[in-house]
C-alpha cells in the first residue's frame, strides 16, 4: 500500500467513525429498493453495525437478500463513504451484547430526543453487522478541480 492509500484508508476510518448516521439501501424479497437512516457504529475493520427491529422492513429485506450498501456523508466538508457488503443478523453471537451496548450509547447521545428502538423490548431488536465487500472514499474538500484526487477505493484487509 503506498502512502496515498495509507492516508486515504486512515482518513476514511476516521471519518466512519466520526460519525454515527448513514444510510443503509436492502432490496427485498421482491426485489424492491429500500433505504433507511441508521445509527452505527464501526470497528478498525470498517465492519459497520446496527441495530434494527426484527418486524421492521429492514431486516425482512436483509432475512431476504444479505446483499446491502451503505454510505456516510456531510455536507459542510464534501465527503463521503461508500460501501458495498453483506449483512448479517449476528444477535445470538457471542459479540452482540457489547454490539448492543456500543449502539444503545449512540443512540442515546441525544439529551433531547431519543431514538425510540432504545423504548422497545430489547427482545425485538437484532444487532445487524455489515460486513464491507468494496470501501470507496470520496474526499472532495481538498480538489484543486474536477475529481483529482477525489475517489480512493479502500482495500478490504482479510
Do not use: C
Not at 425510540?116 to 480538489?143: G, M, N
Request: glycine share 4%; aromatic share 10%.
Amino acid at each position: 500500500m503506498d502512502m496515498e492509500e495509507s492516508h486515504a484508508r486512515i482518513d476514511a476510518l476516521a471519518f466512519l467513525k466520526r460519525h454515527r448516521t448513514g444510510v443503509l439501501a436492502t432490496v427485498s424479497k421482491e426485489w424492491e429498493p429500500h433505504a433507511s437512516a441508521v445509527h452505527y457504529t464501526a470497528d478498525n475493520e470498517f465492519n459497520v453495525y446496527v441495530l434494527t427491529l426484527m418486524s421492521s422492513r429492514k431486516y425482512a429485506a436483509l432475512s431476504a437478500h444479505p446483499g446491502v450498501a451503505f454510505t456516510v456523508l456531510t455536507e459542510d466538508v464534501p465527503q463521503t463513504l461508500q460501501m458495498e457488503g453483506v449483512a448479517m443478523d449476528i444477535s445470538l453471537s457471542e459479540d452482540a451484547k457489547g454490539k448492543k451496548d456500543e449502539l444503545f450509547e449512540v443512540l442515546n447521545k441525544n439529551p433531547f430526543f431519543y431514538a425510540p428502538i432504545t423504548k422497545l423490548d430489547p427482545a425485538t431488536s437484532a444487532v445487524i453487522w455489515i460486513q464491507p465487500k468494496w470501501i470507496r472514499w470520496a474526499d472532495y474538500a481538498f480538489a484543486k478541480t474536477g475529481n483529482d484526487r477525489v475517489f480512493k477505493e479502500i482495500i478490504i484487509e482479510k
